[in-house]
């Protein structure tokens, strides 16, 4: 029932607000799951989620 596009998009949203220097507000709709805290914790980890980065040899892997 969770649509992943928009708790992806909410949470690019956030990122970009932030780094330009913004405060940003969230208003988490329940009817659009019914489910306000889990919206917010699956916001919360794309928000906090870190890329991996990319691997071009296996001697970088070990470095890592």
Known sequence: MLDPEMVRETGEIVKTAIEKGMMVYLIIN??????????????????????EPEVSSQLSYWDR
């Not at 009817?31 to 890329?51: C, D, Q, R, T």
């Open 30 to 51: 329940n009817p659009a799951v019914g489910n306000a805290p889990l919206i917010a914790k699956e916001i919360a980890k794309k928000f906090m989620a870190k890329k």
